[in-house]
């Protein structure tokens, strides 16, 4: 006989006293967590990662010799290439469909605070063009799959909210209004809807709304921090980031919100998840080696 001490948060609720028996079968079966490929090993802090339309290369945010730029990173070798000189901070970059063009957020440094706007630039680095200049916080655009146009997060009028703009910059348009934020955008493969996280519930949930902000469905309904959401290239499936088991991890679920998973399962944190344009892998930016690197994951 021994006695069991059953435990909640620490405290112990009851004591139960229980024959031992010998296990009876085999043990249950542990997930298998997918094979884990660290791409990039220099530690820099880095976020805000997006897969090139061809797949050769990753587009990051990273923090190099005091000086957060934009930064290209060889799928294969991991070898780091700054786009643009780091005289002003600038980050979270997207590619345009056709790879040919990157939107970005560019900060005017103002004292401690800056003045954010979107701007555009060749692929290359050349033909830097202000495409949303600052209002409030310009922050998160993502290219259209169409090309035609650039979702984005501002707080123009009051808080963090979901518009859109053409390429030329002229017909902006509102898609979300509500008191709660609305942020980390991103869209369906064939263009027709937004994915996004928003705390219109008390807490950050996964939502998901047309192209033109209208039925907004709820996907995740948890009371731990869902964010940055990111359609798969079939659009069949929707990776974010969750704490909801203790740290943050990468999970993927059903378009629908259905068959949510722990895809990376490791005690450390995982975060800013990209899909590969075959979507077959996932990357992540993680601390699980001490410093912030890429890893590459398969999705199964």
Known sequence: MRTLHLLFGGVPLLCVSILAAPPEGPPPAVPDVPKVIRLTRDGSFKQHLHWSPDGKRLLCTRIHQGKMGLWTVNAVSGELK?????TTPHFDGHWSPDEKKLVFVWDTLQGTDGKLQINTVNADGTDLKVLVPHKAFEESPRWSPDGKRIAWVSTRDGN??????????????????????????????????????????????????????????????????????????????????????????????????????NLTRHPKQDNFAAWSPDGKRIAFVSNRDGGHDIYITEVK
């Not at 700054?82 to 780091?86: C, D, I, K, N, T």
């Not at 709660?180 to 008390?202: E, I, M, T, Y």
């Open 82 to 86: 700054a786009l643009l000189p780091q």
């Open 160 to 261: 963090q909210e979901i518009y859109s703009v053409d390429l030329s910059g002229k017909d902006v348009r509102r898609l979300t209004n509500e008191i709660a934020f609305d942020n980390n955008p991103s869209w369906s493969p064939d263009g027709k809807q937004l994915v996004f996280a928003s705390s219109r519930s008390g807490n950050f949930e996964i939502h998901t709304m047309n192209a033109d902000g209208s039925n907004v469905r709820r996907l995740t309904s948890h009371p731990a921090l869902d964010c940055w959401p990111a359609w798969s290239p079939d659009g069949k499936q929707i990776a974010f980031t969750s704490n909801r088991d203790s740290n943050y991890e990468i999970y993927v679920m059903n378009a629908d919100g259905s068959n949510v998973r």
